[in-house]
């Protein structure tokens, strides 16, 4: 079972649309437990064959195996402090890459003392196995099951046998490809593309994202 706490929001949507699409259990996380049925309603019409369900975001963090941080980053360490008692010895995906708008400015990557939002969530939940993904995935594509995903998810993380499973998760999304990112420590380059990302967006009028050259597969 896959949760994804503040999948109300356009990222955990997309992320749990396409991984139920592949046959996941999943269940939507959210503030509201009303809120998180209703999104998993949704979806359930999107994808009529999938098992998706929406819970309070504690009961849905305790039902789960792996456990998607898709809120932002403002709200990373409550969240944490909240249900950390639910994620131990469990696999963290998180997806947050912090970040602001300023105007006349666009989108600007937060500093983290920690390094990143990645290394911080380590820090709040230090029992669980934190696995950093996703940050550079357009939701926007994500949430359109027919557009054919294009790019690369980096994934990163101190803890060998989670970084295969979300590796092996991110390939059940065709097309989207799974690069090894090494460890956490490497999270904050690729959290602080996302705003490059985004300002990309704006310019070319697209959904950006990126691909590692070299790599043979
Ligand atoms: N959008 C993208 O294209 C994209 C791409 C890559 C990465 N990301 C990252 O993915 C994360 C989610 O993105 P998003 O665009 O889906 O975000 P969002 O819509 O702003 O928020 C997602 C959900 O988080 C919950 N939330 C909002 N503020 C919160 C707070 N202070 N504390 C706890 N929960 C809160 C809300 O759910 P409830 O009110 O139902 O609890 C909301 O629906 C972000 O960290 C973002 O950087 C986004």
């Known amino acids: 079972m896959l ?5 109300t929001g356009p ?26 049925q209703g999104v998993a309603e949704e979806l359930s019409q999107l994808a009529p064959s999938a098992r998706i369900t929406g819970a309070e975001n504690s009961a849905a963090a305790a ?3 792996v456990i998607f941080l898709t809120v932002p980053y403002e709200g990373q360490r409550p969240l944490l402090e909240q249900v950390r008692e639910n994620l131990t010895g469990k696999v963290v995906v998180n997806v947050i890459a912090p970040m602001r708008f300023e105007r006349g400015l666009g989108a600007i990557a937060v500093a983290v003392e ?30 359109h099951p027919d557009v054919v995903m294009q790019g690369d998810v980096v994934v990163c993380s101190n803890h060998r046998e989670a970084k295969d499973l979300v590796m092996d998760l991110t ?23 996302t705003p490059l990302l985004v300002s990309i967006n704006r ?15």
Do not use: C, M, W
């Not at 955990?12 to 503030?31: C, F, K, M, T």
């Not at 310019?203 to 597969?217: L, N, P, T």
């Open 3 to 7: 949760a994804f706490l503040g999948g």
């Open 11 to 36: 990222e955990g949507r997309g992320l749990a649309l396409r991984l139920a699409l592949a046959g996941e259990e999943v269940v939507i996380g959210s503030r509201d437990a009303v809120r998180a």
């Open 63 to 65: 039902s789960a195996d």
């Open 114 to 143: 920690a390094g990143s939002a990645a290394q911080e969530a380590q820090e709040l939940a230090p029992d669980s196995l934190v696995v950093s993904a996703f940050q550079n995935v357009s939701a926007e594509e994500l949430t």
């Open 171 to 193: 390939r059940k999304i065709p097309d989207l490809r799974a690069v090894d990112g090494g460890g956490l420590i490497n999270s904050k380059y690729v959290e602080q593309i």
């Open 203 to 217: 310019i070319y009028k697209i959904h950006a994202g990126i691909r590692i050259v070299g790599i043979d597969s």
